[in-house]
């Protein structure tokens, strides 16, 4: 079984950062790639950022330039560095993992919510 555990959401004023962190742990074939999602009320989940295993990053065109994903793979987990946080950015983060096996994961996911 494989669990997916992301911390570092809260409450942030409109301009401000935060970090968020997701560790995956268990019986894990191979990890491909993770990446966060969102998901704002009322609005559909929406890719926020991912990273492969060779370090190929995509992001959002809403977060370039202001959200990093990292990975440390000797711990297996993710990183998402966001900076100049906007009230649009509110929102449930999600992570998610691809394993090599072609399973895909998900975190419970954590609150991001930026104040205006």
């Known amino acids: 079984q494989v669990q997916l555990v992301e911390s570092g959401g809260g409450l942030v004023q409109a301009g401000g950062s935060l970090r968020l962190s997701c560790a995956a742990s268990g019986s894990i074939f191979s990890i491909y790639g993770m990446g966060w999602y969102r998901q704002a009320p009322g609005k559909q989940r929406e890719m926020v950022a991912s990273?492969?295993?060779?370090?190929?990053?995509l992001y959002a065109d809403s977060t370039k330039g202001r959200f990093t994903i990292s990975r440390d793979g000797t711990k297996d987990t993710v990183y998402l560095q966001m900076t100049s946080l906007k009230t649009e950015d509110t929102a449930v983060y999600y992570c998610?993992?691809?394993?090599?096996?072609?399973?895909?994961?998900w975190g419970e996911g954590t609150l991001v919510t930026v104040s205006s």
């Open positions: 998610k993992l691809w394993a090599t096996d072609g399973v895909e994961y």
């Open positions: 990273i492969n295993r060779f370090g190929r990053t």
